[in-house]
């Protein structure tokens, strides 16, 4: 893996700097693909494992090395290129990313609950591919985004806590802070018990980016052009 420097903090630039030779001392490198070896972790990169890993320096290190080896078991680096492995999943458009930024200028993407399937496997490589593009769209200095919900066709037949967990452990363990807010639309009565199931697998930070909304209350988040159509 490569670094690139982006902080002009003085403490940022020491964190940063401490925890890329200790990267340096542990990984190696004579075991990645070549993919791997050309993935950069930018400085924004690094410091969102520092601070999702409460700013401890170690922490961060052993969770960016861990990223470093899954990115190599899923073949992350070229998953791009091997969309046809999970095209049924990408043409169900359960997942989509916004055209545009939201208001915050971030990128966005609509989750469309009443489309799920059982398909894991396919399920969460679309999973890794989608927050992979999104994140390219963000800003460099801040590389966060924006899910949306739409809860609107939601039944407990859809409802599927394998999939929610292994949402949860993506982000928590190799995009630590990505997570901007959680918008949940239209969610009915029902989901409530679902939430009350949901809601302890997040930690307390997280759990609060978590906003109910309705489907009138989007033009806080969003102009018009943003939305998917099934939206507007």
Same mark, same amino acid.
């Given at each position: ?7 002009? *903090? *003085? ?15 542990? #990984? ?27 700013? &401890? ?7 960016? @090395? ?11 680096? &070229?998953? #791009? ?23 915050? @200028? ?43 919900? &739409? ?14 967990? @292994? ?12 997570? #901007? ?34 489907? #009138? ?16």
């Amino acid at each position: 893996a490569k670094f690139e420097m982006r902080s002009d *903090d *003085d403490d940022e630039m020491s964190t940063l700097k401490r925890i890329k030779e200790k990267l340096a001392a542990d #990984a190696d490198e004579s075991k990645f693909s070549e993919g791997s070896k050309n993935y950069v972790f930018t400085d924004t990169t690094i410091l969102r494992f520092f601070r999702g890993r409460q700013n &401890d320096e170690d922490k961060a290190v052993r969770g960016l @090395l861990r990223h470093i080896k899954w990115r190599e078991e899923y073949s992350v680096c &070229d998953i #791009a290129s091997r969309t046809s492995e999970f095209e049924s999943e990408l043409s169900s458009k359960k997942i989509v990313i916004g055209k545009q930024l939201d208001k915050s @200028l971030r990128p966005v993407v609509f989750i469309f609950a009443g489309r799920h399937n059982n398909d894991i496997k396919k399920i969460e490589q679309l999973i890794i591919y989608t927050i992979e593009e999104t994140i390219k769209r963000s800003r460099p200095e801040e590389e966060r985004m924006l899910l949306c919900f &739409d809860l609107s066709s939601f039944s407990y037949t859809c409802m599927d806590f394998e999939v929610v967990q @292994l949402l949860i452990s993506i982000l928590q363990y190799n995009y630590p802070e990505t997570l #901007a807010t959680a918008l949940v639309v239209d969610a009915p009565f029902l989901f409530s018990a679902c939430w009350a199931i949901i809601r302890p697998w997040l930690d307390p930070v997280t759990a609060a980016k978590a906003l109910f909304i309705s489907r #009138a209350q989007l033009p806080a988040y969003f102009d018009p052009p943003v939305l998917p159509d099934e939206m507007t």
